[in-house]
Nanobody, 124 residues
Framework: QRQFVESGGGLVQPGGSLRLSCVPSGFNLDFEKIGWFRQAPGKEREKVACIASSDGETYYTSSAKGRFTISLDHAKNTVFLQTASLNVEDTAVYYC?????????????????WGQGTQVTVSS
């Protein structure tokens, strides 16, 4: 079964940072497009960023641009989301999934192979 395993979440103070990891189970990331998403309590799941494995193109939503960095380590077959300048509005469960479309200009589904997520809590 193809799915992701996310890790790296935790409790962090406002202004802090975390590096989230996303490892696929049952498949390789070569030629895949991988997205990070998040869902805050009482809110719908939203897109954060994506990366295309074949050419490294990335896309960031407005909530992530300038603060988060998505990267892919081919040797480790892992996607990372480096977060910075976190604030309480970033509190959410963060997920990764494969995406049908990811480039410098777009990040669109369908989305598949969801993981269980990792909790990020920003609080003083």
């Amino acid at each position: 079964q193809r799915q992701f395993v996310e890790s790296g979440g935790g409790l962090v103070q406002p202004g802090g940072s975390l590096r989230l990891s996303c490892v696929p189970s049952g498949f390789n990331l070569d030629f895949e497009k991988i997205g990070w998403f998040r869902q805050a309590p009482g809110k719908e799941r939203e897109k954060v960023a994506c990366i295309a494995s074949s050419d490294g193109e990335t896309y960031y939503t407005s909530s992530a641009k300038g603060r988060f960095t998505i990267s892919l380590d081919h040797a480790k077959n892992t996607v990372f989301l480096q977060t910075a300048s976190l604030n309480v509005e970033d509190t959410a469960v963060y997920y990764c999934a494969t995406s049908s479309y990811c480039s410098n200009y777009m990040f669109e589904g369908p989305y598949e192979n969801w993981g269980q997520g990792t909790q990020v809590t920003v609080s003083s």
